[in-house]
């Protein structure tokens, strides 16, 4: 059983939602992705904005693993807890 704490993340002093942000990196990845492919159909691609696109989409994916790995672990630990708390009673 998942609580809804597993979906929000406290960075700072603001609470955000992990799915709303993995959507939107998600997004960003597809757009990135879509312009690299642009890039890459020229003859003479820019190489200077495709290694920043490159570095920009290789970021995105390793914050979206991160927040995909909190999540599942944050959801384990509640899951554990769950059953644990179900057991003692």
């Not at 929000?8 to 879509?34: H, M, N, P, Y």
């Not at 190489?47 to 970021?59: A, R």
């Not at 994916?61 to 995909?68: A, N, R």
């Amino acid at each position: 059983m998942r609580s809804s704490n597993c979906t929000t993340l406290v960075i700072g002093d603001q609470r955000v939602k992990i799915t709303a942000i993995s959507q939107k990196i998600a997004q960003d990845i597809s757009f990135l992705e879509a312009r690299i492919a642009d890039l890459m159909a020229h003859a003479t691609p820019n190489t200077v904005i495709l290694k920043t696109y490159e570095e920009m989409l290789d970021s995105r994916l390793s914050v979206l693993g991160w927040l995909s790995s909190y999540q599942d672990t944050i959801s384990s630990y509640q899951d554990t807890r769950s059953h644990t708390a179900s057991q003692a009673h």
